[in-house]
């Protein structure tokens, strides 16, 4: 449903006009992952923004046009910062000079695999206390439908204005890839979903005087949220899959991988997804569950979801049992080997560790009284339940002194062919040495 032709309100007409001039103040609450590559495309777009965020840190290196998000170019926010078209504050009191705000903040779940929304609910607080007419707000944190109406919308009515009369409300869930080299925050297509006609009209013209990439206009907030939650979904079932044909191909000895390929000539019908030894980020292993959590207010039990986390949860352990029967081969117990991991980033070429697999497949190890090295150029040092690793350099050396070497994040600056050449054996999660040199002992995924 689009709501293109709808006539808008007076106060509607005004903030469009401000935005489709580009002399509205865009406000963007949260300066992570989603924050910071919006308020720069923003800001390059011509607005003048403001980023707020809790943590001072984060605040004093925008301020100081120091970058600290891989999808952000580093040239790019320093001189927005320098042509003072961006600035970031921990100060709420600032969101009365902007005319629009998007809420970018985590929503984690807690230790029953709820939805935490803490965050957004402080962060619609915070805007409540200083929310005046005529003003749009857009959340753009990935939640469960019914988020935007049954939690936002009456806290900002606390303020004694009316949505959808004196201020503007909507849901847009943020898009984000890390790493990815083709889409990114200003060409990903944008959905949105506002509580009113007007809302939904006034927010899709605030992202189309900022973004290339298509508007997608939705009925309701309810349907933005769920569509984002099926999309990670999608995925989250479709890498179960692969992961249990991993599993099942290992029983019958075949190559998953050239089943895969095989399977992807088809060019109909199918989309590849691959194995490997988890799932990381802070989407597509939490996304789901906040589907499964809604799902029982309606007395629905989402089987096939909660069944695809049992598969994609299981594949660390799968990984350390490959890892000790590959070290039996050799005669040698997992207890005292040196494991040599390369890689602890969720996906290859990023610097984000948020629920990484690998940082599980290291506590089962660690268990089991095997000793960790590590190697990953884009993370140089983490702390893991108060333990502190600092990565080695991949070198023939490290390769030589492990017991094995498990390929766990497949970074395009890994030299492949000195790890095959000088590994004693190798686990290899993510195919990479398909093209490369073979030590005697390897097996993949």
Not at 35 to 44: M, Q
Not at 120 to 129: G, H, I, L, P, Y
Not at 385 to 406: F, M, T, W
Not at 425 to 431: E, G, P, Q, S, Y
Request: a negative charge.
């Amino acid at each position: 449903m689009t709501t293109s032709t709808a006539v808008v309100s007076s106060l509607a007409e005004q903030l469009m006009q401000k935005l489709e001039q580009k002399t509205a103040v865009i406000g963007v609450v949260g300066l992570g992952y989603v924050g910071l590559p919006l308020a720069v495309e923003k800001a390059k777009a011509g607005f003048n923004v403001i980023g707020f965020d809790v943590q001072a840190s984060k605040v004093d290196m925008v301020n100081e046009g120091v970058n600290y998000i891989g999808d952000v170019v580093d040239d790019d926010l320093r001189e927005i910062v320098q042509k003072r078209k961006l600035r970031a504050t921990s100060d709420y009191s600032f969101i009365n000079e902007v005319d629009a705000v998007a809420i970018c903040v985590p929503t984690p779940l807690d230790a029953y695999q709820q939805p935490d929304t803490s965050y957004v609910e402080s962060s619609a607080r915070e805007v409540a206390k200083y929310l005046h007419p005529g003003m749009l707000i857009v959340l753009e944190s990935t939640t469960y439908p019914g988020t935007t109406e049954e939690l936002l919308k009456p806290i900002l009515e606390e303020s004694g204005l009316v949505c959808g009369q004196d201020f503007f409300l909507a849901y847009s869930p943020e898009r984000v890839d890390p790493g990815n080299k083709h889409f990114n925050t200003k060409n990903t297509p944008k959905v949105v979903g506002g509580v009113t006609p007007d809302c939904t009209k006034v927010a899709a013209s605030m992202y189309r005087s900022v973004l290339e990439g298509e508007v997608h206009e939705v009925s309701s907030p309810a349907v933005a949220e769920l569509e984002k939650i099926y999309e990670n979904t999608f995925r989250h079932i479709n890498i179960a899959l692969a992961n249990e044909m991993a599993i099942l191909c290992n029983k019958m000895g075949i190559d998953v991988w050239e089943m895969i390929d095989a399977a992807k000539t088809k060019p109909y019908g199918f989309m590849a997804f691959y194995p490997g030894p988890g799932l990381g980020g802070h989407c597509i292993p939490i996304d789901p569950f906040y589907l499964t959590w809604k799902a029982r207010e309606y007395n629905y039990h989402t089987r096939l979801i909660e069944l695809a986390g049992e598969i994609n949860n299981s594949m660390p352990e799968f990984v350390t049992e490959r890892a000790a029967n590959l070290l039996n081969k050799e005669g040698k117990p997992l207890r005292g080997s040196t494991v040599y991991l390369l890689g602890v980033a969720y996906k290859k070429d990023i610097n984000d560790i948020r629920e990484s697999p690998v940082l599980h497949i290291i506590d089962i190890l660690e268990e089991k009284g095997a000793n960790i090295v590590y190697s990953d150029p884009h993370i140089p040092s983490f702390k893991r339940r108060g333990k502190e690793y600092n990565a080695v350099e991949l070198a023939q050396e490290q390769l030589e002194k492990a017991d094995i070497v498990i390929v766990t994040t497949d970074h395009t600056a890994f030299d492949y062919d000195l790890i095959g050449r000088f590994a004693p054996a190798v686990l290899d999660t993510r195919n990479a040495l398909k093209n490369a040199a073979k030590p005697k002992r390897y097996e993949i995924l």
